[in-house]
């Protein structure tokens, strides 16, 4: 059995039982907790409260100009964890390369769930931040980070959803929406 164990620093293996024949154990980690999702506002410092639900109720999925890159995106949550979820995970944000005769979806690099409820910003945008994604290695230098990114949510009257900004490193990527929820 895979069981959940917050406070666990890393996997410990426990023989539960074992027989001639069968032997079995138990994993304690805390990569096998949900995480739950974080509360989908934004307060600014005038205490307008800024709901992000109507965002949250869709699956976003996007391509990015010229590329085969998509990003799948679930604000204030995680993507179901099922066969069309490329990230096979807990993932907020997900990035994969979709191509090939089939459209299949290869390549995916999950960057992580929201750790935080959304802030406003000097500007009156929105950031939400997706962090703790796939752990990233540099060939040259042999640098690790973990792969995160950023929303912004910017007011406009119309829905435009987001769009991929130039990555800021092969750990941060950067997204723009304009959308009413942010107004």
């Known amino acids: 059995d895979i069981k959940c164990n917050k406070s666990s620093t890393s996997p410990t293996v426990k023989l539960m039982s074992k027989s001639v024949m069968k032997?079995?154990?138990?994993?304690?980690?805390?990569?096998?907790?949900?995480?739950p999702p974080v509360q989908c506002t934004a307060e600014d410092k005038?205490?307008?409260?800024?709901?992000?639900?109507?965002?949250?109720?869709?699956?976003?999925?996007?391509?990015?100009?010229?590329?085969?890159?998509?990003?799948a995106i679930k604000v204030?949550?995680?993507l179901p964890m099922?066969?069309?979820?490329?990230?096979?995970?807990?993932?907020?944000?997900?990035?994969?390369?979709?191509?090939?005769?089939?459209?299949?979806?290869?390549?995916?690099?999950?960057?992580?769930?929201?750790?935080?409820?959304?802030?406003?910003?000097d500007d009156h945008s929105i950031s939400m931040m997706y962090e703790k994604g796939d752990t990233y290695t540099d060939?040259?230098?042999?640098?690790?980070?973990?792969?995160?990114a950023e929303i912004t949510l910017i007011c406009d009257d119309q829905e435009k959803g987001p769009r991929a900004q130039?990555?800021?490193?092969?750990?941060?990527?950067?997204?723009?929406?304009?959308t009413p929820a942010a107004c």
């Not at 391509?63 to 085969?68: F, I, K, P, Q, S």
């Open 82 to 121: 099922n066969s069309d979820n490329p990230c096979q995970g807990q993932a907020g944000v997900c990035t994969y390369s979709e191509g090939g005769v089939e459209g299949k979806k290869t390549n995916p690099i999950n960057l992580g769930l929201m750790s935080q409820k959304p802030q406003i910003n």
């Open 23 to 35: 032997h079995s154990f138990e994993l304690l980690t805390t990569m096998a907790c949900l995480v």
């Open 139 to 148: 060939p040259v230098t042999n640098e690790t980070c973990r792969r995160s």
């Open 46 to 71: 005038d205490g307008d409260v800024f709901s992000l639900a109507m965002l949250g109720g869709i699956e976003w999925e996007i391509g990015v100009e010229d590329t085969t890159q998509k990003y």
């Open 166 to 178: 130039k990555l800021a490193g092969p750990c941060r990527h950067s997204l723009v929406w304009e």
């Open 76 to 78: 204030c949550g995680s």
